[in-house]
């Protein structure tokens, strides 16, 4: 029996101002069981000179959450990726439980980065996206340039989430059929109707949407939990070596991930040791990126 699905092509055809070519890799899931399915990247000016921005979503967006940040990055002369995690956007839908562990996403990543052979890394990450993001550059320190968290956590041993944060897992946990395009615009109501629609556009039925209830489980709460041992290691690492260059930024009007969250994300990951705010966010501040995005790739340089 056959362990995923791909979403229409079709489905696609209505979403605007995201002209980027996908690209699609197959073999990134460990599992043998997953060995045709695959993953979709987007992946602009490959010939960049300043590095490669790496851009890794949370839940329950996908690599369309990144446009404003694209043109800012070829600007600047980077090549950018942008990948769809597994059971998002264009990569193809997990329709078993059995796959979904913070280990299976994480390998995934690890898999990614190694088989496109990434290297000089400027991690750009939100959300679920950071949780497991910020656990890679401790096992290849030298691929790893910067990086910039977006309202996020490491885990739940130093900055434990927020009683917010805990409602909004246990509600997927319990949704099977997650309206994306109504969450989007109640979130962010800097969206129009048609970007609603391209978050909305990777599940046309509830038959795709296992990631959207699933993922929100594989975050490690407790000893017990898969991969808390990989974010209390990460966690250790930041406190102990870090990076050169890291920003932290958050929402001010973040109701999931509050900036007091972020000020002790920050003393553990910030190469300054500040959260970044920019007010008039919320939770999905890619979103703001046209605002804030100059000024952000000018401290990447400095």
Request: glycine share 6%; proline share 4%.
């Amino acid at each position: 029996m056959k362990l995923f699905k791909t979403t229409p092509e079709n489905c696609f055809e209505d979403i605007i101002n995201y002209d980027y070519k996908t690209h699609y890799i197959t073999g990134v899931l460990s599992d043998t069981n997953y060995k045709d399915f695959k993953i979709a990247y987007i992946d602009e000016n490959k010939d960049g000179k300043k590095g490669t921005i790496l851009c890794i979503h949370g839940h329950p967006t996908w690599s369309y959450m990144w446009r404003h940040i694209i043109p800012l990055a070829i600007q600047e002369d980077y090549r950018i990726i942008a990948l769809d995690l597994p059971g998002f956007g264009k990569s193809d839908k997990l329709i078993e439980e059995s796959f979904f562990s913070f280990y299976s996403y994480r390998n995934t990543i690890v898999n990614f980065v190694k088989k496109l052979n990434l290297k000089d890394i400027t991690l750009f990450l939100h959300e679920w996206g950071g949780t497991l993001g910020l656990t890679l550059p401790m096992d290849n320190e030298k691929n790893y340039k910067g990086l910039v968290c977006f309202s996020s956590y490491i885990g739940n041993n130093l900055v434990k989430v927020s009683e917010s944060y805990l409602n909004w897992i246990n509600s997927n946990k319990e949704n099977d059929d997650l309206n994306v395009r109504a969450l989007m615009a109640r979130t962010n109501r800097i969206l129009n109707l048609a970007e609603c629609n391209a978050y909305d556009a990777p599940f046309p039925d509830n038959s795709y949407k296992l990631a959207l209830k699933m993922l929100p489980s594989i975050y490690p709460l407790n000893q017990e939990d898969k991969g808390f041992d990989i974010c209390v290691k990460a966690e250790n690492w930041w406190n102990e070596t870090g990076l050169e260059n890291s920003i932290v930024i958050g929402g001010g009007k973040d109701p999931i991930i509050p900036i007091d969250k972020m000020k002790l994300l920050s003393k553990i990951i910030a190469s300054d040791g500040v959260t970044h705010v920019i007010n008039n966010a919320g939770h999905f501040i890619p979103e703001w990126a046209m605002e804030f995005g100059p000024e952000l790739f000018n401290q990447l340089q400095e």
